[in-house]
């Protein structure tokens, strides 16, 4: 066989690699869900940002993890902080661990060795540390500044192939910090590495936003786009985007087992309930009832053992409770036992993949069987891409239903009183199973409430529009409302209370309801009057 015959003989096939690789976990819980169980062992990843973008917190968070594991660690820097500012920097975050310095936390200046024997004399260096040290994990801060002492392109990109060659050969993970090439910019370097993890932040508006996005990820599936990132005392906190986190949630039904309220005639309305798992909005503007009518929901599985949440951004838990009890509805024993869990948010600043993942840390560890979100703006305000809501609450509604929970949630219309109904948020009729509209009517110089069913998915239900009060003894629906007039079930001697559902409302001048109702009357709609 000639030479030009032997070079034509194809290569033997590659080794096979193996079915899974082992994981270094990051110990940053968000950061290890994107990255599906964490960094591969023995492989290099660069992480980019900005100066102030998080890097060294976060690779500092990740070496400490892994000490408190039995790993050992090298953090290597070339013309960055000086150690022991660095480590005085570092011991304000709850996870430094000052005893593991010089015992598992190996701190080396690499910069005199650069200056003097270029990325050469800097690649033994690393070398040796790695294996006198017996490392299992590497850092090196100032990536950026050995490419600056290469002579050429060429010869950085040779530096970071054997940076990879060390890090396979002893199983030793690297993390490579640097400031540059981050952006839509690629550099050279990044095909050369197994992964890329860039740190970002920016303004929106007057409020600082920190980001993780992963571009590349070798051997791995992991979660893509923009995952929210915050800086705490406790290090850094990585929250992954709802939608992308909950994307392979499967779509499941339950039958038609009915959810009632605590409310006889609306369950009537709805054919004995809402579907369990679904989710319904309740739409109207403020003061229509909103708020009473998503407690009644809550207080019927209350009553029936169920475990249920409130998340609100308005009231507080003990106003909410206290609302409750004036209207009928017990919550405060419920609350007192666990029964019912009351999460509050203040609508001031807070990332909404934060306040999800904490939503359903409540939601698994309390069973809970129903839930009311009072109400949907304040998601919407704290977007910093508004486009994503939609996604976000159909992922969400597609959980709580793959979790046997039943939602219903608020949405304040802009229009008080009459007019055309038009959603503030468009397309989001379309996420929600069901829809009830509570309106405001004012008829002989009378406010009347009124309740409708608009959407029902999957069954049949009463089409009627109703007249309903709030009483004492909770939410009462009458008769069908027309323009002569409609009938409530407000009997005589029974106190009526209208109470103001919407923070909106809350301590205006000129907005407070007083009840005119008297014993011994008609047993008519009140007449409301309004303080001026």
Same mark, same amino acid.
């Given at each position: 066989?000639?030479?030009?015959q032997?070079e034509?003989?194809p290569?033997?096939p590659?080794?096979?690699?193996?079915?899974?690789?082992?994981r270094?976990?990051?110990?940053?819980?968000?950061?290890?869900e994107?990255?599906?169980?964490?960094?591969?062992?023995?492989?290099?990843?660069?992480?980019?940002?900005?100066?102030?973008?998080?890097?060294?917190?976060?690779s500092?968070?990740?070496?400490?993890?892994?000490?408190?594991?039995?790993g050992?660690?090298?953090?290597?820097?070339?013309?960055?902080?000086?150690?022991?500012?660095?480590?005085?920097h570092m011991?304000?975050?709850?996870?430094f661990?000052?005893?593991?310095?010089?015992?598992?936390l190996?701190?080396i200046?690499?910069?005199s060795?650069?200056?003097?024997?270029?990325?050469k004399?800097?690649?033994g260096l690393?070398?040796?540390?790695?294996?006198q040290?017996?490392?299992?994990?590497f850092?090196?801060?100032?990536?950026?500044?050995v490419?600056?002492?290469?002579?050429?392109n060429?010869?950085?990109?040779?530096?970071?192939?054997?940076?990879?060659?060390?890090?396979?050969?002893?199983g030793c993970?690297?993390?490579?910090?640097?400031?540059?090439?981050?952006?839509?910019f690629?550099?050279?370097?990044?095909?050369m590495v197994?992964?890329?993890?860039?740190?970002?932040?920016?303004?929106?508006?007057v409020?600082?936003?920190r980001?993780i996005?992963?571009? =590349?990820f /070798?051997? @791995?599936?992991?979660l893509?786009? !923009?995952?929210s990132?915050?800086i705490t005392? $406790?290090g850094v *906190?990585v929250?992954?985007?709802l939608?992308?986190?909950?994307?392979?949630?499967?779509?499941?039904?339950?039958?038609?087992?009915r959810?009632?309220f605590?409310?006889?005639?609306?369950?009537e309305?709805?054919?004995g309930?809402?579907?369990?798992?679904?989710?319904?909005?309740?739409l109207?503007?403020?003061g229509?009832?909103?708020?009473?009518?998503?407690?009644?929901?809550l207080?019927?599985?209350?009553?029936?053992?169920?475990a249920?949440?409130?998340?609100?951004?308005?009231?507080s838990p003990?106003a909410?409770?206290?609302k409750?009890e004036?209207?009928?509805l017990?919550?405060? =024993?419920? /609350?007192? @036992?666990g029964l019912?869990?009351? !999460?509050?948010?203040p609508p001031?600043e807070w $990332?909404?993949? *934060?306040l999800?993942g904490q939503?359903?840390e409540i939601?698994?560890?309390?069973k809970?069987?129903?839930?009311?979100i009072?109400?949907l703006?304040?998601?919407?305000?704290?977007?910093?891409?508004?486009?994503?809501?939609?996604?976000?609450w159909?992922?969400?509604?597609?959980?709580?239903?793959?979790?046997?929970?039943t939602?219903?949630?608020s949405?304040?219309?802009?229009?008080?009183?009459?007019?055309a109904?038009?959603?503030?948020?468009?397309?989001?009729?379309a996420?929600?199973?069901?829809?009830i509209l509570?309106?405001l009517?004012?008829?002989?110089s009378?406010m009347?409430h009124?309740?409708?069913?608009?959407?029902?998915?999957?069954s049949?239900f009463?089409?009627?529009?109703?007249?309903f009060?709030?009483?004492?003894?909770?939410?009462m629906?009458?008769?069908?409302?027309?323009?002569?007039?409609?009938?409530?079930l407000?009997?005589?001697?029974?106190e009526?209370?209208?109470?103001?559902d919407?923070?909106?409302?809350k301590?205006r001048?000129?907005?407070?309801?007083?009840?005119?109702?008297?014993p011994g009357g008609?047993?008519?709609?009140?007449?409301v009057?309004?303080?001026r």
């Open positions: 066989m000639s030479g030009a032997e034509l003989q290569d033997p590659p080794t096979p690699a193996p079915q899974s690789q082992e270094l976990t990051s110990g940053v819980k968000g950061l290890d994107i990255l599906h169980g964490g960094f591969l062992k023995g492989d290099s990843y660069i992480v980019l940002g900005a100066p102030g973008s998080g890097k060294t917190i976060l500092h968070q990740v070496a400490f993890n892994h000490i408190a594991n039995g050992r660690v090298i953090f290597l820097t070339v013309l960055t902080e000086a150690h022991d500012r660095m480590i005085a011991r304000s975050l709850s996870f661990d000052f005893n593991a310095v010089n015992e598992s190996f701190y200046s690499g910069y060795v650069l200056e003097n024997e270029g990325l004399g800097l690649l690393i070398r040796d540390v790695i294996r040290y017996k490392a299992t994990l850092i090196l801060d100032g990536l950026a500044t490419e600056d002492f290469a002579s050429s060429l010869d950085f990109k040779s530096f970071i192939k054997s940076m990879d060659l060390y890090s396979e050969v002893n993970t690297m993390l490579l910090l640097t400031h540059r090439g981050n952006g839509a690629l550099q050279a370097e990044h095909t197994d992964g890329l993890i860039e740190l970002t932040y920016d303004l929106a508006n409020r600082s936003q980001f996005h992963i571009p =590349k /070798r051997g @791995s599936a992991y893509e786009g !923009l995952h990132l915050l005392s $406790d *906190a929250h992954p985007r939608e992308a986190l909950l994307a392979e949630t499967s779509y499941s039904t339950h039958g038609d087992i959810v009632p605590d409310i006889p005639q609306l369950n309305m709805l054919g309930g809402l579907i369990k798992g679904s989710s319904t909005m309740l109207g503007p403020t229509s009832g909103k708020t009473l009518t998503g407690l009644s929901f207080a019927a599985g209350l009553e029936r053992g169920e249920c949440l409130y998340f609100g951004f308005f009231e003990d909410l409770v206290q409750g004036r209207t009928g017990r919550l405060e =024993k419920h /609350r007192e @036992s019912l869990k009351i !999460l509050w948010q001031l $990332d909404i993949d *934060a999800a939503f359903l939601l698994a560890a309390h809970v069987q129903r839930v009311f009072d109400a703006g304040p998601f919407y305000n704290t977007l910093a891409n508004p486009e994503r809501l939609l996604r976000f159909a992922a969400l509604g597609n959980e709580l239903r793959a979790r046997n929970v939602m219903i949630y949405q304040e219309l802009n229009v008080i009183f009459g007019g109904i038009e959603l503030p948020i468009q397309g989001l009729s996420v929600a199973d069901n829809l509570l309106r009517n004012e008829l002989h009378e009347r009124l309740i409708s069913i608009i959407k029902l998915r999957d049949g009463d089409q009627a529009v109703r007249v009060t709030i009483s004492n003894k909770g939410i629906i009458g008769k069908q409302f027309d323009d002569n007039g409609g009938s409530t407000a009997s005589p001697g029974e009526i209370i209208l109470l103001p919407d923070s909106e409302t301590d001048p000129g907005q407070d309801v007083e009840p005119v109702f008297k008609t047993g008519q709609a009140p007449k009057k309004r303080k």
